[in-house]
């Protein structure tokens, strides 16, 4: 059913929150635009001005692996000055209370592990945009440490160890899915009785799976989002509010 208003869903979601005693919460892009990164994938969004750069073609090209890193520093100044906005410290103060045992993200921008979330309590379906790895030794490298060797040479670096090309630590289009990452999401859908859907528009599979599965065992189901999703109608409470308005009451409660 969809909140006639703000108030009333604000008011219904904080009876299913006091009710629960497992909230799983999945996030996508909505829950960071007020933060003033931009969803890559909107109307307008960086994806529909600049064609992703498809994994195969990272590894096969040199020119490629240089416009990702170009592309990346070029955002750097907006993902480095960006803070948690009211929707992740609403859930930080959640998982603080121990309501939330973990969360599940689709997004890269580690503001959940900025609100207070530890990082292995942080399940990324699409990685982490703030940190760089190696696509074959999987070693990790400072962002910083790719762009000294960028500007001194103008070149993506290759690995130290192994030679392989060194990537943000993110799922790019056509690299798979990360197994551990979705087993546990699986299992933290299944286990939780409140499934909050927050700022995803529910189109993107298999992530937008978790919402389902968990309402198919037997969890109540609430999504929050600007605009209708593919899932509003298997929803026990839709809210079409914005996610900072919406999750802003529940600060430190
Ligand atoms: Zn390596």
Redesign the pocket.
């Known amino acids: 059913m969809i909140a006639a208003d703000l108030r009333s869903g604000v008011e219904q979601l904080g009876d299913m929150i006091a009710e629960a005693r497992t909230i799983v919460p999945f996030t996508g892009a909505g829950i960071s635009t007020e933060t003033g990164i931009p969803d890559f994938r909107s109307p307008g969004g960086l994806w529909t001005r600049n064609r992703p750069i498809p994994f195969d073609e990272f590894v096969a090209s040199q020119d490629a692996r240089d416009e990702a890193w170009r592309r990346r520093f070029a955002m750097e100044a907006t993902f480095a000055a960006a803070k948690p906005g009211r929707g992740h410290r609403a859930l930080a103060s959640l998982y603080k209370a121990g309501k939330i045992p973990a969360i599940i993200t689709q997004n890269i921008d580690n503001l959940h592990q900025a609100s207070g979330f530890a990082a292995s309590d942080v399940i990324e379906l699409h990685g982490n945009t703030t940190y760089a790895r190696?696509i074959?030794?999987?070693?990790a490298y400072d962002l910083s440490w790719v762009k000294t060797r960028f500007d001194a040479d103008g070149q993506a670096p290759d690995?130290t160890?192994?030679?392989?090309p060194v990537k943000t630590a993110t799922i790019s289009f056509g690299q798979a899915m990360p197994e551990a990452e979705m087993q546990r999401a699986a299992e933290l859908s299944q286990q939780c009785d409140l499934f909050i859907a927050i700022g995803s528009s529910l189109v993107v599979w298999p992530a937008a799976g978790f919402p389902l599965m968990a309402k198919n065992s037997g969890a109540r189901l609430v999504i929050i989002n600007n605009e209708p999703t593919e899932q509003d109608e298997h929803a026990d409470l839709v809210i079409r509010h914005d996610i900072g308005e919406t999750l802003g009451p529940f600060i430190g409660n």
Do not use: L, V, Y
């Open positions: 190696c074959g030794c999987e070693a690995c160890t192994c030679g392989e």
